[in-house]
């Protein structure tokens, strides 16, 4: 079921168009994200479903009720803010209780509620203490117990983890999860964070200039990203442009621009369909090469890259290899510090194979 609509969204400030004709559909139940470098717009689109910002154009709907013009505390919405906003002279319980005293609930709904609310984010044994007496996480935690007192439909988080250290994002993220499957209503999630975004997700939507670039899953937009921008944006990548010299069935051949004759050939199936003579650009992310000093027997000599090693960084998990391939230079993850088939490492200046599968990278249509 659809949760929001947004149609022809725009918001211009003073000439400077901040969000540009978005349209997407929510579902209910959904962790949503918009995902995007700074000043792309997605605070500004947040802020338009808040009701805090009003759309110069376009319409927000919520089911079926058009909310565009409805003040934020009529929406059934709540906003999680990045520095939490928590009341500093309240204590932990009076800040999440503050929603339903608002609207003069029964005193005793109102302890059973908080009560709730303060064992969902594990908060019940501070419930009275003061907000500078909690950590940066506590903090966090109380701010969604009060933005979700109220029982939203849609709670709006606007990089909510920002101001939280490494360790406890990556805790805070399984947190929010964990929350988000336990209440089941719809998250929107704000973030220029790709693995924030990448790992909390239903969907995400990559946004750049006010526009949304690409949406989907987040699998889907790391493996098959449909811009030079996506792919550039989401992970890292090789990216390499790059003529079609011929098609056939569904396996596009490409001449590698690195001046020494080499091509790749890239199993086109759920790709879009190129032109011989076409101008493009291939998608060829570093974990997916192998990198080897012996040459693969096995693969017919397709996309095979004679190359030799510039750089080498040892990231612990990985190690990554800068391989110049004539006027190239390919970026390649290990997972091995040492050499792939046999057991000495790779050197500087070595040279050296690199190799990968037909349906290891992804065609995009730009250059
Ligand atoms: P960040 O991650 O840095 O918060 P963002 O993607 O959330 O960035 P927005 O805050 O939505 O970006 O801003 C988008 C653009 O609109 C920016 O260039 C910003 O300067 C501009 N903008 C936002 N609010 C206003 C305003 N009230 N008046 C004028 N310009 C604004």
Not at 148 to 163: F, G, R, S, T
Not at 246 to 275: K, L, W
């Amino acid at each position: 079921m659809e949760e929001i609509r947004l149609e022809n969204l725009s918001k211009d400030f003073d000439g400077f168009v901040a969000v540009e004709n978005v349209s997407l559909a929510i579902q209910s139940g959904e962790l949503f994200s918009f995902l995007g470098p700074s000043g792309c717009g997605k605070t500004t689109l947040l802020r338009m479903i808040a009701g805090f910002e009003i759309p110069s154009t376009g319409r927000i709907l919520i089911g079926n009720t058009d909310i565009t013009d409805l003040p934020p505390y009529k929406r059934q919405v709540n906003t999680i803010f990045q520095n939490y906003s928590l009341f500093p002279h309240m204590t932990v319980f009076d800040n999440v209780a503050f929603g339903l005293r608002i609207r003069k609930s029964p005193k005793n709904e109102i302890k059973n509620r908080v009560r709730e609310m303060l064992s969902l984010v594990k908060m019940e044994d501070q419930a009275n203490k003061f907000p500078e007496q909690i950590s940066g996480g506590q903090k966090q935690r109380v701010a969604i117990a009060r933005a979700l007192i109220n029982q939203p439909k849609v709670l709006l988080l606007d990089e909510p983890l920002a101001a939280l250290d490494l360790k406890l994002r990556q805790h805070m993220l399984i947190e929010l999860m964990n929350i988000h499957d336990a209440v089941g209503i719809t998250f929107i999630y704000v973030t220029h964070d790709q693995g924030e975004a990448m790992s909390i997700s239903d969907r995400v939507a990559v946004m750049n200039y006010g526009n949304i670039i690409q949406e989907g899953p987040p699998d889907d937009i790391y493996e098959r990203p449909n811009s030079v921008f996506s792919a550039y944006f989401i992970g890292e990548t090789n990216l390499i442009s790059g003529e079609v010299i011929s098609i056939e069935d569904d396996y596009v051949q490409i001449r590698c621009p690195d001046g020494t004759g080499n091509s790749f050939e890239i199993d086109s199936t759920f790709h879009f369909q190129p032109n011989i003579g076409q101008e493009l650009t291939v998608s060829l992310r570093p974990e997916k090469i192998a990198i080897s000093r012996n040459k693969p027997r096995y693969q017919d000599d397709i996309n095979i890259l004679r190359g030799v090693i510039e750089d080498i960084l040892y990231l612990g998990s990985h190690t990554q290899y800068i391989v110049r391939v004539g006027a190239l230079k390919i970026r390649v993850f290990s997972q091995h510090k040492r050499v792939y088939f046999d057991d000495t490492a790779l050197d500087w200046e070595e040279p050296v194979w690199l190799f990968w599968h037909d349906t290891d990278s992804w065609l995009i249509n730009e250059i």
